[in-house]
């Protein structure tokens, strides 16, 4: 199978040195046509992040804007019919597994089995400690949540019992419609790689280069359907570098890529609409 394009979503989380000056104002609307023009043109999905709230010190290195990913995620399911709705990502300790069954396969629900589940550990301590939830510990409990979640998704009756998550004779309905939701795991180290590995279906790193993502890739034997999703090392311009940016779709798919998460060069709603026309242009397989 080709490497397939995805959307990282504008407007939903504005980053540093990446993020369009346009997107400050820009509407719902606005989002709904970008998830409506990804829909239309063939492209595999379209993320939304968590963050409940940020240190104001991070702003310079992860932006301040996060829009809720339930919410966000449940608006677009009703303005599309084919996309993927990846949240990218939950943080797992944050939630228990059986609130994120029941919310997101609610969701799941509502856009006809769409529902991709990216998680990660968390790495900002005073967002955990605000919520009051443990940080020294959180990769042994996302392990434990991980294998809740798998167990509890598309099961209206679910049951598990681990190190730190137990229960059973709980009724979740509606839960997920899929049999099994793809449930895929974020981060920015080899031991993410390793958690996605044995215990989801994908891995979607970030900061990570592509020179360690293949070599960490090289350490694992993964299973049939294993998806790695990669950004590309700088935002592409299909517009104006056609060539270049087919290099670097080819180069990243090299690299172990099996999905790309476009992020583009752009001034205006229109001219971030055009990038996307033109990249599945490029990039027929989207």
Known sequence: ??????????????????????????????????????DRLGYHHLTCSEHIALPA?????????????????GYLAARTRRIGL???????????????AKRYGTLDKVSNGRLIVGVG?????EEFDLLGVPFDDRGARGDDALRALRASLSVPEPSYHGEFYSFGGMVVDPCAVQQRVPIW?????????????????????????LRQVREWLGRFDLKPGFEVVLPPPRPLDPINEPDRTRETLADIAAHGATIV??????????????????????????
Request: proline content about 5%; cysteine-free.
């Open 57 to 73: 010190a991070e702003q310079q290195r992860r932006g301040a804007r996060y829009w809720d990913p339930l919410a966000t995620l």
């Open 121 to 125: 550990v968390g790495s900002l301590k």
């Open 86 to 100: 990846a949240t990218n990502v939950l943080v797992l300790g944050y939630h228990h597994p059986l609130e994120i």
């Open 185 to 209: 795991v974020g981060g920015r180290t080899l031991r993410s790689l390793r958690r996605a590995a044995t215990l989801a279906d994908g891995w979607a790193p970030f900061n990570v280069s």
């Open 1 to 38: 199978m080709s490497t397939r394009l995805s959307i990282s979503t504008p407007v939903v989380t504005m980053l540093p040195q990446i993020s369009g000056e346009w997107e400050k104002e820009a509407s719902i609307d606005d989002l709904a046509q970008i998830a409506e023009a990804a």
């Open 261 to 286: 998460s476009a992020i583009f060069t752009h001034t205006s709603l229109q001219h971030y609409l055009e990038n996307l026309q033109a990249l599945a242009e490029l990039h027929p397989s989207a």
